[in-house]
């Protein structure tokens, strides 16, 4: 007879060892999401402190005035060069402030956002930290879009390294806190990509979910409509591939696609009928015309009458003769280098390295290849595409790069190399540290290669440096150093400066030997001062600066 031993498991460690063992055991439940949670915390404080901090930036007025007036009026007249949804996010914060607008206005929308935010009554500083709350609170949650996606992709260390790299962008973190949409439609982008991605398996989940994420996109802002055709091929790719990779499923694949675009299309329909049901909507006078295939395109998107005529404001501002400041050269007009020369200055050292390192594993590990159509075409299509436009003014129009490439970022810790993964976590702290450095002056943010966010005015201007911000900062500035001086101001901003209590004149509407005192000037009008501006900066010896965007001279 044959006895058959039965394998007896084995008793559990009770020693020292066995004990330790146990404890890592029972934290590592409760670690993980202990460092997101201190990771976007440390995010969510850079943010607000910025929010509370910083007067209106130049475009945040139009923004506020006009998301208070779809509120109240249920009207699509004022911004209609930019869909809604964007502005409905930034009401929903307004509408906890009470504020209203006269429904008899009838100026221009900067007027619109300036007599709301300085002569309605209100003050500036609560309007403005209510409508900055909802595009706070989304950065946060597009946060934990970039962990998911590189945690999909990577794992859970690599999840971390794109979220630390996202949380202490200061780029990321200045748009974050802003009430703007330039952040908005670059998350919307990344939550469709990532949806994509999942749709590899579990299509009839993720596929409605990711036509959902491009309409939102779409619905906040019109930057988002090269990325459509590349999107909806992603969510065919993953269909296919979920489907055995079969004729039969390639068919399910544009079925799937298709829908995708119907369902984007419904949310952009739906933003714009939840401000006006009735969709009333009247042509303004000085929508250009445009033709050719831009003129074709701007007829035949299926969206709201209003959207095509926005589109074509978009093409008439390319069209328009901008002025730009790249590496102390003024020019007229863009130039294809200026984002990634723009984004050269104003990523942290230890991002680019990560960026390239991770883009190579990425396309150079079979076990990733899959991924990078997800992760890097996005990045490759919307900065092309904004690498061809004539308005310089900042990688805020690029914001998707510092997004996506944070995931693509977290695939060098695939790596088998030892030390790959010591050094990944050496440049997110590295990146940590030259943000936490510029704290709270992240807008006018350069890395150090570039002489830190005291020299950024020297190579790049407007919402690179100086978009208004610093006002409320002068004013204090002002009363603690330089009581009683005669101030002249010149000021690139939509901030009212005497609202702050800042009493100053026009230096360029007086002969210059009359121009005594303090000559307080904005780094962008430094930038590209020509002519009497020029003249008085050369006459006069700087003193101060306030925020890294505005300099102080005595005359």
């Given at each position: 007879?044959?006895?058959t031993?039965?394998?007896?498991?084995?008793?559990?460690?009770?020693?020292?060892?066995?004990?330790?063992?146990?404890?890592?055991?029972?934290h590592?439940?409760?670690?993980?999401?202990?460092?997101?949670?201190?990771?976007?915390?440390?995010?969510?404080?850079?943010?607000?402190?910025?929010?509370?901090?910083?007067?209106?930036?130049?475009?945040?007025?139009v923004?506020?005035?006009?998301?208070?007036?779809?509120?109240?009026?249920?009207?699509?007249?004022?911004?209609?060069?930019?869909?809604?949804?964007?502005?409905?996010?930034?009401?929903?914060?307004?509408?906890?402030?009470?504020?209203?607008?006269?429904?008899?206005?009838?100026?221009?929308?900067?007027?619109?956002?300036?007599?709301?935010?300085?002569e309605?009554?209100?003050?500036?500083?609560?309007?403005?930290?209510?409508?900055?709350?909802?595009?706070?609170?989304?950065?946060?949650?597009?946060?934990?879009?970039?962990?998911?996606?590189?945690?999909?992709?990577?794992?859970?260390?690599?999840?971390?390294?794109?979220?630390?790299?996202?949380?202490?962008?200061?780029?990321?973190?200045?748009?974050?806190?802003?009430?703007?949409?330039?952040?908005?439609?670059?998350g919307?982008?990344?939550?469709?990509?990532?949806?994509?991605?999942?749709?590899?398996?579990?299509?009839?989940?993720?596929?409605?979910?990711?036509?959902?994420?491009?309409?939102?996109?779409?619905?906040?802002?019109?930057?988002?409509?090269?990325?459509?055709?590349?999107?909806?091929?992603?969510?065919?790719?993953?269909?296919?591939?979920?489907?055995?990779?079969?004729?039969?499923?390639?068919?399910?694949?544009?079925?799937?696609?298709?829908?995708?675009?119907?369902?984007?299309?419904?949310?952009?329909?739906?933003?714009?009928?939840?401000?006006?049901?009735r969709?009333?909507?009247?042509?303004?006078?000085?929508?250009?015309?445009?033709?050719?295939?831009?003129?074709?395109?701007?007829?035949?998107?299926?969206?709201?009458?209003?959207?095509?005529?926005?589109?074509?404001?978009?093409?008439?501002?390319?069209?328009?003769?901008?002025?730009?400041?790249?590496?102390?050269?003024?020019?007229?007009?863009?130039?294809w280098?200026?984002?990634?020369a723009?984004?050269?200055?104003?990523?942290?050292?230890?991002?680019?390295?990560?960026?390239?390192?991770?883009?190579v594993?990425?396309?150079?590990?079979?076990r990733?290849?899959?991924?990078?159509?997800?992760?890097?075409?996005?990045?490759?299509?919307?900065?092309?595409?904004?690498?061809?436009?004539?308005?310089?003014?900042?990688?805020?129009?690029?914001?998707?790069v510092?997004?996506?490439?944070?995931?693509?970022?977290?695939?060098?810790?695939?790596?088998r190399?030892?030390?790959?993964?010591?050094?990944?976590?050496?440049?997110?702290?590295?990146?940590?540290?030259?943000?936490?450095?510029?704290?709270?002056?992240?807008?006018?943010?350069?890395?150090?290669?570039?002489?830190?966010?005291?020299r950024?005015?020297?190579?790049?201007?407007?919402?690179?440096?100086?978009?208004?911000?610093?006002?409320?900062?002068?004013?204090?500035?002002?009363?603690?150093?330089?009581?009683?001086?005669?101030?002249?101001?010149?000021?690139?901003?939509?901030?009212?400066?005497?609202?702050?209590g800042?009493?100053?004149?026009?230096?360029?509407?007086?002969?210059?030997?009359?121009?005594?005192?303090?000559?307080?000037?904005s780094?962008?009008?430094?930038?590209?001062?020509?002519g009497?501006?020029?003249?008085?900066?050369?006459?006069?010896?700087?003193?101060?600066?306030?925020?890294?965007?505005?300099?102080?001279?005595?005359?």
């Amino acid at each position: 007879m044959t006895v058959t031993k039965v394998a007896t498991p084995p008793a559990p460690a009770t020693g020292p060892a066995g004990g330790r063992a146990a404890v890592l055991a029972r934290h590592r439940r409760w670690l993980y999401p202990l460092v997101v949670a201190i990771i976007l915390g440390q995010m969510a404080v850079a943010m607000l402190t910025t929010a509370v901090q910083q007067t209106p930036t130049i475009d945040e007025p139009v923004y506020v005035g006009t998301a208070v007036w779809q509120l109240q009026e249920h009207s699509l007249r004022y911004n209609p060069e930019h869909p809604p949804l964007g502005k409905l996010l930034i009401g929903a914060g307004l509408a906890f402030s009470g504020a209203e607008v006269d429904p008899g206005f009838e100026d221009e929308q900067s007027v619109l956002g300036r007599r709301l935010l300085y002569e309605s009554g209100y003050d500036p500083w609560r309007l403005m930290l209510f409508a900055r709350l909802p595009v706070i609170l989304l950065t946060l949650l597009f946060g934990l879009v970039v962990l998911a996606f590189a945690r999909d992709v990577t794992g859970r260390f690599g999840g971390l390294v794109a979220l630390g790299l996202y949380a202490f962008s200061p780029d990321v973190i200045t748009h974050g806190s802003l009430a703007t949409l330039d952040l908005p439609v670059a998350g919307f982008l990344l939550t469709s990509a990532w949806l994509a991605w999942r749709a590899r398996q579990r299509p009839r989940l993720y596929m409605p979910l990711a036509g959902l994420a491009l309409g939102a996109a779409l619905a906040t802002k019109m930057s988002a409509l090269p990325a459509v055709p590349l999107l909806l091929l992603l969510i065919l790719l993953s269909v296919w591939s979920a489907s055995g990779r079969t004729w039969r499923g390639a068919a399910w694949g544009v079925a799937a696609a298709t829908g995708a675009a119907v369902l984007a299309v419904a949310v952009v329909w739906g933003s714009y009928l939840a401000v006006d049901p009735r969709l009333e909507w009247v042509t303004p006078p000085d929508v250009p015309a445009v033709g050719g295939w831009r003129g074709l395109v701007a007829r035949l998107v299926p969206f709201p009458a209003p959207y095509g005529d926005g589109l074509r404001m978009q093409f008439g501002f390319e069209d328009g003769l901008w002025g730009g400041f790249l590496f102390g050269q003024l020019y007229d007009g863009g130039r294809w280098y200026y984002l990634p020369a723009a984004l050269l200055v104003k990523s942290p050292l230890g991002a680019i390295a990560l960026w390239l390192a991770g883009t190579v594993a990425l396309l150079a590990m079979p076990r990733l290849r899959p991924a990078a159509p997800y992760v890097l075409a996005p990045v490759a299509v919307l900065l092309g595409v904004a690498m061809t436009g004539t308005r310089n003014f900042g990688i805020r129009y690029v914001l998707v790069v510092p997004l996506f490439l944070a995931v693509a970022a977290a695939a060098v810790t695939v790596v088998r190399w030892r030390w790959v993964r010591a050094a990944a976590v050496v440049l997110v702290l590295f990146v940590a540290v030259s943000s936490l450095r510029t704290f709270p002056y992240y807008l006018p943010y350069s890395n150090e290669a570039f002489g830190g966010p005291a020299r950024t005015h020297e190579r790049l201007h407007d919402s690179n440096v100086d978009w208004g911000q610093d006002l409320g900062r002068l004013a204090d500035r002002l009363r603690s150093r330089y009581a009683g001086e005669r101030v002249w101001l010149v000021y690139k901003g939509s901030g009212v400066p005497s609202w702050y209590g800042i009493e100053s004149s026009d230096p360029l509407t007086v002969p210059a030997g009359e121009v005594h005192g303090l000559l307080v000037v904005s780094d962008s009008a430094v930038a590209k001062a020509i002519g009497p501006l020029a003249e008085l900066i050369r006459a006069s010896e700087p003193i101060d600066s306030v925020g890294h965007s505005i300099t102080i001279y005595r005359r």
